[in-house]
């Protein structure tokens, strides 16, 4: 018989993720003897707590918020991807040494070649908010040759820290010039907490976009944010955030348990069960 084998996403707080939902999901339509559980890390605990992983009897994990910087430092290998991000999310133990690269990029793209298949086929996208999962989003949009990327947040010089990162083809604006650029993008992606419940909303005029522009939220909670509804209102195409989440947790589960497993329908379904239970 297999050996058990045993991960976790860790962050602080972490009662809220989702992840031991999907990957003990995929444990047991795999049939796979593994457990993947969530454990409270505060940030002080953070790098002793990776240090033991193999003594805590984990072959890896999840990294979320605040340890995602921490992650790449603790690493002794990063693939490029975290690099060029400069945070991770997944980490694991690989000849003795612990591992580590950024899958938000991966599950982002994902969500939108299932969603709205043909996305990257535009050149010029708006990308509003300049925190974390913008580095992610922008490292996507580069990947699959965005020509140019509009990036507005409520503090320009944010904006500017990740233009200067990322390179000429990220240019970094005032949230509120957001309404003028409009017009001329083909992709609007939020990566700021505006829509999230109680977070208020993305002043965006809907009604300035072309008829054949693409909305997406990494946002999942609520899993149609106002902006969405928005758009969806005016016959726009959207993807919401969920994808993202399930498509970014695959290669992780891979690394573990060896298996590549399926983002589905019933998958999802899950999961966006449980969102209206809490």
């Given at each position: 018989?297999?050996?058990?084998?045993?991960?976790?996403?860790?962050?602080?707080?972490?009662?809220?993720?989702?992840?031991?939902?999907?990957?003990?999901?995929?444990?047991?339509?795999?049939?796979?003897?593994?457990?993947?559980?969530?454990?409270?890390?505060?940030?002080?605990?953070?790098?002793?707590?990776?240090?033991?992983?193999?003594?805590?009897?984990?072959?890896?994990?999840?990294?979320?918020?605040?340890h995602k910087e921490a992650a790449l430092r603790a690493a002794a290998v990063h693939e490029p991807v975290a690099e060029m991000i400069g945070a991770a999310n997944t980490l694991w133990l690989e000849d003795g040494r612990l591992h580590t690269t950024n899958t938000d990029a991966y599950g982002f793209a994902a969500n939108l070649d299932e969603r709205l298949p043909g996305w990257e086929v535009e050149s010029t996208a708006l990308v509003i908010g300049a925190g974390g999962a913008s580095r992610a989003v922008l490292y996507a949009l580069l990947e699959r040759g965005f020509k140019t990327i509009h990036l507005a947040n409520r503090t320009v010089a944010r904006a500017r820290e990740l233009a200067d990162?990322?390179?000429?083809?990220?240019?970094?604006?005032?949230?509120?010039?957001?309404?003028?650029?409009?017009?001329?993008?083909?992709?609007?992606?939020n990566t700021s907490s505006l829509g999230m419940k109680g977070d208020g909303d993305v002043p965006l005029d809907v009604s300035q976009l072309k008829p054949d522009a693409l909305?997406?939220?990494?946002?999942?909670?609520?899993?149609?944010?106002?902006?969405?509804?928005?758009?969806?209102?005016?016959?726009?195409?959207?993807?919401?955030?969920?994808?993202?989440?399930?498509?970014?947790?695959?290669?992780?589960?891979?690394?573990?348990?060896?298996?590549?497993?399926?983002?589905?329908?019933?998958?999802?379904?899950?999961?966006?069960?449980?969102?209206?239970?809490?």
């Open positions: 018989m297999a050996d058990l084998r045993n991960a976790f996403v860790c962050g602080h707080p972490i009662s809220h993720s989702r992840s031991p939902l999907i990957h003990s999901y995929w444990l047991e339509t795999h049939g796979i003897r593994g457990t993947y559980r969530a454990v409270d890390v505060p940030p002080d605990d953070f790098a002793a707590f990776v240090a033991k992983i193999a003594d805590r009897g984990f072959v890896g994990g999840n990294v979320t918020i605040p990162r990322f390179g000429a083809r990220v240019e970094p604006h005032q949230l509120e010039a957001m309404n003028e650029l409009a017009s001329e993008v083909g992709l609007v992606v909305v997406t939220d990494i946002v999942y909670v609520p899993l149609m944010t106002p902006l969405l509804q928005r758009a969806k209102d005016r016959g726009l195409r959207i993807a919401d955030g969920l994808g993202m989440l399930l498509n970014q947790a695959a290669p992780g589960f891979e690394k573990w348990f060896g298996v590549r497993p399926v983002v589905s329908e019933k998958l999802r379904n899950l999961v966006i069960a449980d969102m209206e239970k809490r």
